[in-house]
């Protein structure tokens, strides 16, 4: 039983899979700016044979040939490697040493699970019948636009032919694995909205054209869209979080903004939406009298998992950690994810791995609190390693 080896290699790095983890958590860099990150990660895979090539800057992409020559396309398997721009808030003793930034989504952890699927991987080219290429994709929080993208554009998925991808959900039980066909994670988009009116003394607003009552109406208005309007369709969430008019209160001020979010899990659910965006902004303008300047950004696409590759998923983690921990329960999630850029490009599929503690809260991602689960670690590795077995017939 030679997969089994993998799992014997997986006990005996999962002390320095630890320490990498912790490293990297103590090191972290955002998007584009993973130098440190990516020469760790480059010697880690130079020590274990890989010939890593740079992709996307601060990305690596790193192929293990079959040993045996193989007409098979590639399989790739991809982590995110990038931190967020948060002040870690912990007294952990591995605790972030840069200012106001912090791995605060888990990916030091997901870069070390495929640290351990690739010191595993490379024991078991024997058994392999097609290349393996691993792919640590920098920025994928898109505080500078996406690193998935780029890759993408660079070529990281030529000759691959399906491509997985995994992320640590404190919202799911612990060692729990979620999986589903279709759409698996949101598109966003940002809404900035900018009114002008007419400002004056707030004794005499027949002599002002009112932003502060114009954005007051706006508001529930936008909200109306889903609540009142298309929610109910493929699911959609719209927020307004962010208003800003004036400064006292005794002037009405000249101008006022909002900014908001909007998800779906649709592309035609999505156009409507942006229709109706435009559509509710024009007529509360027109009726208020104040010129409405509107911009809709459009943030990282819909994930799609392709039916067949969610389905080696399923079948490789059941195998892995029993039919009664994998489900599809909890999907789609209304976060968004760069890794939709690569399932555009292959079939792909994006699993979720529970990180959610019994009995004790475990913080979200993105948390000031928030830290990776260690433990997940050899859970995930051996998920991924599986799935390549599934895909090595
Ligand atoms: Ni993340």
Redesign the pocket.
């Known amino acids: 039983m030679p997969w089994t080896r993998s799992d014997e290699l997986l006990d005996e790095l999962e002390e320095r899979l630890v320490e990498v983890r912790r490293d990297l958590h103590k090191y972290p860099e955002l998007g584009f700016e993973e130098h440190r990150t990516q020469a760790l990660l480059r010697a880690w895979l130079q020590e274990f044979g890989y010939e890593p090539r740079d992709c996307a800057g601060t990305g690596l992409v790193a192929d293990l040939e079959p040993e045996t020559g193989s007409q098979l396309p590639a399989i790739a398997l991809r982590a995110?490697i990038d931190a967020l721009p948060i002040q870690e808030v912990s007294d952990l003793p591995y605790r972030s040493e840069h200012a106001g930034v912090a791995h605060k989504?888990?990916?030091d952890g997901?870069a070390a699970v495929m640290l351990g699927v690739a010191a595993a991987l490379a024991s078991m080219r024997g058994q392999l019948s097609r290349r393996v290429r691993l792919l640590f994709q920098p920025a994928?929080?898109g505080v500078k636009g996406g690193g998935g993208q780029v890759m993408v554009a660079e070529g990281a998925l030529e000759g691959v032919s399906e491509v997985y991808g995994m992320?640590n959900w404190p919202g799911f039980p612990f060692g729990e694995l979620r999986i589903a066909p279709g759409p698996v994670m949101a598109e966003e988009h940002t809404i900035l909205l900018r009114l002008d009116g007419k400002g004056g003394h707030a004794s005499q607003p027949q002599t002002c054209r009112d932003p502060v009552a114009a954005i007051a109406q706006m508001v529930t208005a936008l909200n109306s869209i889903t609540s009142r309007g298309m929610g109910h369709v493929g699911g959609a969430v719209l927020s307004i979080s962010c208003i800003q008019a004036g400064d006292t209160h005794n002037v009405i001020p000249g101008f006022a903004s909002l900014e908001g979010t909007l998800r779906c899990f649709d592309e035609n659910l999505r156009d409507r939406l942006l229709e109706r965006v435009r559509e509710v902004v024009a007529g509360v303008a027109s009726a208020m009298q104040v010129e409405a300047d509107l911009q809709l950004e459009r943030g990282f696409p819909i994930l799609h998992n392709d039916k067949a590759c969610a389905e080696h998923v399923r079948v490789a983690a059941e195998r892995r950690l029993g039919a009664d921990r994998v489900s599809a329960e909890g999907l789609p999630l209304v976060a968004s994810?760069d890794f939709s850029y690569l399932a555009q490009a292959v079939p792909g599929a994006y699993f979720f791995m529970g990180a959610g503690r019994e009995g004790r809260e475990t913080p979200s991602?993105h948390h000031p609190e928030f830290d990776f689960d260690d433990e997940l670690i050899p859970i995930a590795a051996r998920v991924f390693l599986e799935v390549v077995r599934e895909r090595c017939p």
Do not use: A, P, S, T
């Open positions: 995110d989504c888990g990916h997901h994928e929080e992320h994810e991602c």
